[in-house]
Structure formats: C-alpha cells, structure tokens
C-alpha cells in the first residue's frame, strides 16, 4: 500500500500553517458549502461516511453527534481534544503545528452542524506550548477573515473557539477529566452516564473529538461519504494518521488509508528493524493496548481488526520493541506511567497501578517472587473494567499481555535476577526512583 497526501496535503509546504497558504490550497471553501446545507445535512454526511473517533475509543463520529438530545434548553458545546496524551502518540502535533486551520475549519463546520452555543474549546495539553501559540495565531487569522466571529460568512451562525492550555496530565485527555478541568476544577474523571452529550461541559451537552477527527470533517464536506469510504474497510473508513517509534529505522507520522498492514508498515515504510534485530514485541495502538507479537502483526491497522487480535487500534500509536528489549523494563516503564498518570480518585485504578509498578520494580530490580507472574496476571484482573473510567483498564493493556506472552522471560527474570542474556533495560537503577 502506498502512503498518501490528504490530512497532511499541506503540511511540507513553506509557511503551511498560515491562512493565506491554507486558502490557496482551498481551505475554507468546505466551510462555505457546508454553511449552504443544514447542520442536520451536516450530521448525516459524516454520518454516512462511517467515520469513527481517532482519539483512542473509536467511537462513530456521526452517531455521537445524533446522541445530543433534541429538546434540552442548555446550549450545547463543542470540545476539541488535543491532549494527545497517549505514550506513544504524536499525531496531532503535525496537525496543529503544521495545518491549524484545517482543525479549525473542522471545529466551524462541526460546531455548526451539531448547533453548537457560540463559544467552543481547543483543551491542549500544557507541554505543547509552540502548537499552542500557533492556534492562537491561526484562530486570530480566521476571525479576521471572517471564518469565526459573529454572522460567519452572512450565514447568521456565530461561533468564536478559545485555547485552554491544561497543566499537562494524562487524564485531562479522558473526556470527562477534560471537562472538569476546562470547568477550573482537577482534572478527574466523572461516572458515565450521563456521558458527555446529555450531561457536559458547564451542565451542557457536549461533544468532545479528536484533532484528527475533527480535522476530517473538512474533507468529507469537499468530497463525500462516499469517497471517504473509499479509504479502508467497511466501518473502518478514511485517511489515517499513524505513529511509529521505537526500535524503527524511520520513525514518524506516517499517513496511509485506514487498515495499512502492520508487518508492511514497520519493515517497507519504516525502514525495518534498529541494527537488524529481530523484532520482539509491538504496541499498536498507544501505551493502553496489548503488545503483539512478531507472529500476530500480519493484520490490517483498523479498529475491528486489532479488537478480533486481542488488543486495540486506539490512537494509532506503534511503539516497535527489537530482541534488545527487556520486557519486564519495558512493562515497568509502561506501569509507571499509568501509576504516575493515575488521578487517584477511584481505588482500583490509585492503589492497582502502584502496586503493579513496584512488582515490576523489584522484578527488575532482582527481588521478584516465584509468584508475582500470576500476581500481576490477577491484578489486571481486579483493575481492568473495575476503575471509575478507561485509565484502569489502559493500565492493564500491557501488563496482562506482557506477562502471558513472555512469561518465560518474566520467569528467567524471577529466578536469575537479572535481564534475559541479550536484552537490556533503557534506564539506570541507580537513579533515584522519583527520576525516571
Ligand atoms: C485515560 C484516557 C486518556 C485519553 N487521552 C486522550 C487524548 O489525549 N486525546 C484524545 O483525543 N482522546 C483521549 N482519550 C479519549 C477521550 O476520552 C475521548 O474518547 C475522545 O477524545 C473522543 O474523541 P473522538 O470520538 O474524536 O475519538 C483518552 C481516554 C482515556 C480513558
């Protein structure tokens, strides 16, 4: 399969994220044809193009905007969600930092179609402080043009979009701790339902997308469904940004039709393997999905075909392990994340990733138990689905699959104290433990 040229057409041209560039290229003539349809016309389009959410659930985009309902009195919000907070995950960057305004465009067209109130958010994690400075640019670009303001383009809708810059945390990335920290509060997660489109933002219904899925939307208006479709598998459509780093030649973003092959990916577009190892193990899907084997990546990257693998598409995010790689460091590395990432509001998921962490530490560290294999096998079990939203069960992801398919190593680990002959781990253990 080869690599195309559509969510990112304009992302290597000189001074992409300007509008007069954006315009040139034909930039907000999607958001002048859709302001000519109804927003219930809108709805449908992206409806039948069967997009689903690039954020990491995969959730229809078009169905969700359909759950708004019909007769509540509260204004409804529009929410951009550029946390992009997912290890392993950069994506959204190129989008923002290179092609703003096809977000933005995407932000108009969807507020509109989903008859959003007239203020709608871009939440962007803290440490992407460039990207930041350059929407707020590019939106002070569209409102002088005309694009965002009072009356957009004499249609009589009026929408203006701010940027919340958050503090930097994993979890303000999950929709509801968005919300609560969009509201002024911490940033930890509400119980669904009410999900967000009854019960949101300031009490509002609310939609909450992705950059990418946001920034789709343009193109389907210019295109059609139908040709949207043309990208992937049925239920499985479109243009895709895909991540890949790790133990790859050419790491980066790299953009092909929904469903790439995963073994082709890696070893035709990306090089290959670092220093011709062998591969070892693949996370596909962002630090939340279970790790493949070099057996299992013979698979189309779509959502249905990496859930029927036993992991997850979520964010696209391909982290690529060769044999160098000590597992149990890896999964450790992985744990400490989600433990560090954790709000702590819920039990499962505060004292569950902590405790796996320090497993995984003190097998790394030479001090693992004959039994702490079964142990962390269970824990994922009393974590996953358990914890009041999806950080527990993220946490989980790789633990569970670390441990079933390299048992042996988990093992070898156990009873030698040490990495397996030719592996090593990537950090020093004679940091101290707050360091990493
Ligand atoms: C712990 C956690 C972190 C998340 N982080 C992100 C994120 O950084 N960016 C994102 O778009 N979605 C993230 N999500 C998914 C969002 O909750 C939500 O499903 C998504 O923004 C919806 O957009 P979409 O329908 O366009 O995919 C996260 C979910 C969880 C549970």
Excluded at 111 to 140: H, N, Q, T
Excluded at 168 to 189: K, T, V
């Amino acid at each position: 399969m080869e690599p195309i040229k559509v969510l990112t057409k304009n992302v290597d041209k000189p001074n992409s994220a300007a509008i007069d560039t954006y315009i040139a290229g034909g930039g907000y003539e999607s958001l002048k044809k859709a302001l000519k349809s109804t927003p219930d016309e809108i709805v449908q389009l992206v409806k039948d193009s069967e997009m689903r959410g690039r954020g990491g659930a995969g959730f229809p985009t078009g169905m969700k905007w359909g759950f708004l309902p019909k007769d509540s009195p509260m204004p409804r919000y529009l929410l951009c969600n550029a946390d992009e907070s997912e290890p392993g995950t950069f994506k959204d960057r190129v989008i923002i930092e290179k092609d703003p305004h096809l977000l933005i465009e995407g932000m108009i067209i969807s507020a509109y179609a989903i008859k959003s109130c007239p203020m709608s958010y871009i939440y962007i994690r803290g440490e992407f402080y460039k990207g930041a400075m350059i929407l707020v640019k590019a939106l002070e670009e569209a409102r002088a043009k005309g694009f965002l303001g009072k009356n957009i383009l004499g249609s009589g809708f009026d929408l203006d979009i701010t940027v919340h810059r958050g503090a930097g945390a994993y979890i303000c990335g999950e929709e509801m701790g968005l919300i609560e920290s969009i509201e002024g509060h911490r940033g930890q997660p509400r119980v669904k339902p009410p999900f967000p489109a009854v019960v949101g933002v300031f009490g509002s219904p609310t939609i909450v997308n992705n950059v990418e899925t946001l920034s789709c939307v343009p193109l389907i208006v210019e295109h059609g469904a139908e040709w949207f479709k043309s990208f992937g598998q049925p239920k499985n459509t479109g243009p895709k940004l895909y991540c890949v780093s790790g133990h790859v030649k050419k790491p980066g973003v790299y953009e092909f039709p929904m469903g790439v092959n995963l073994k082709e990916l890696i070893y035709e577009h990306c090089g290959g393997i670092t220093d011709d190892l062998p591969l070892k193990a693949v996370i596909p899907g962002g630090g939340s999905a279970p790790m493949l084997t070099p057996d299992e990546i013979d698979l189309p990257m779509n959502f249905d075909a990496l859930m029927k693998a036993g992991t997850m598409f979520g964010s696209a995010g391909i982290i690529v392990m060769n044999s160098s790689t000590c597992i149990v460091d890896a999964t450790w590395r992985m744990s400490k994340f989600f433990a560090h990432e954790s709000c702590g509001q819920c039990t499962p998921c505060r004292e569950g990733t902590n405790w796996m962490e320090t497993i995984l530490d003190r097998i790394e560290r030479g001090g693992g138990r004959p039994q702490d294999a079964d142990l962390l096998f269970d824990m994922t079990d009393n974590i996953g689905g358990k914890s009041l939203c999806a950080l527990g069960d993220a946490a989980c992801g790789p633990v569970a699959s670390a441990v079933k398919k390299f048992r042996d190593e988990f093992m070898y680990h156990i009873e030698h104290k040490s990495c397996l002959p030719g592996t090593k781990r990537y950090r020093r253990l004679d940091m101290p433990v707050g360091a990493h």
